[in-house]
T-cell receptor, first 113, second 115 residues
């Protein structure tokens, strides 16, 4: 399967702590994207990192990419209760066309006030 | 902001019925996608379309068909609904920028129950 794998499946932390989620994948990629999904809603795009980039920041989000290990991590700093959601990585494979992405199964993050 | 609108948030149908799920996007995106999401299985791609009247099978097309007669609208059809098609259905769209897949924009989903 070309599907990515997030780790851990579930993460529970206190407000103010940092949350780190990992994603591993199997193929060569053009880019890797992270999405967030609140309960009962659609996914929302958070950040895209290209295969020639190693790190990217957006507000309290920091994403790293290691193409030699075929892995990425998403760090949320100073987490808030409102960050409670499922987080998914998605890969855009190098051999793929037509805009297709391959999504992982997600990490469920719970932030306690 | 891109808006992807799915026609129903909740839908209840009976086995054997023909079911239509509609999706409309307002950003002139070339690509549109239908996924189903089940607990523990993540998002699975059913069908996608890269242009009007064009379609490609995803990973689980069996029991489904699609229609894209206009660029902004992508319909998912359950030919003869079965209970194992009870699921959350998500529609998404993205722009076509050649070989670099762009972010996808999602609707809020349709929770479909087949009785």
């Amino acid at each position: 399967s070309q599907q990515g794998e997030e780790d851990p499946q579930a993460l529970s932390i206190q407000e103010g702590e940092n949350a780190t989620m990992n994603c591993s994948y199997k193929t060569s990629i053009n880019n890797l994207q992270w999405y967030r999904q609140n309960s009962g809603r659609g996914l929302v795009h958070l950040i895209l990192i290209r295969s020639n980039e190693r790190e990217k920041h957006s507000g309290r989000l920091r994403v790293t990419l290691d193409t030699s290990k075929k892995s990425s991590s998403l760090l949320i700093t100073a987490s808030r209760a409102a960050d409670t959601a499922s987080y998914f990585c998605a890969t855009a494979d190098r051999g793929s066309t037509l805009g297709r992405l391959y999504f992982g199964r997600g990490t469920q993050l719970t932030v306690w006030p | 902001d891109v808006k992807v609108t799915q026609s129903s948030r909740y839908l209840v149908k009976r086995t054997g019925e023909k079911v239509f799920l509609e999706c409309v996007q307002d950003m002139d995106h070339e690509n549109m996608f239908w996924y189903r999401q089940d607990p523990g299985l993540g998002l699975r791609l059913i069908y996608f379309s890269y242009d009007v009247k064009m379609k490609e099978k995803g990973d689980i097309p069996e029991g489904y068909s699609v229609s894209r007669e206009k660029k902004e609208r992508f319909s998912l059809i359950l030919e003869s609904a079965s209970t194992n098609q009870t699921s959350m259905y998500l529609c998404a769209s993205s722009a076509n920028r050649g070989r670099f897949s762009q972010p996808q924009h999602f609707g809020d989903g349709t929770r479909l129950s087949i009785l």
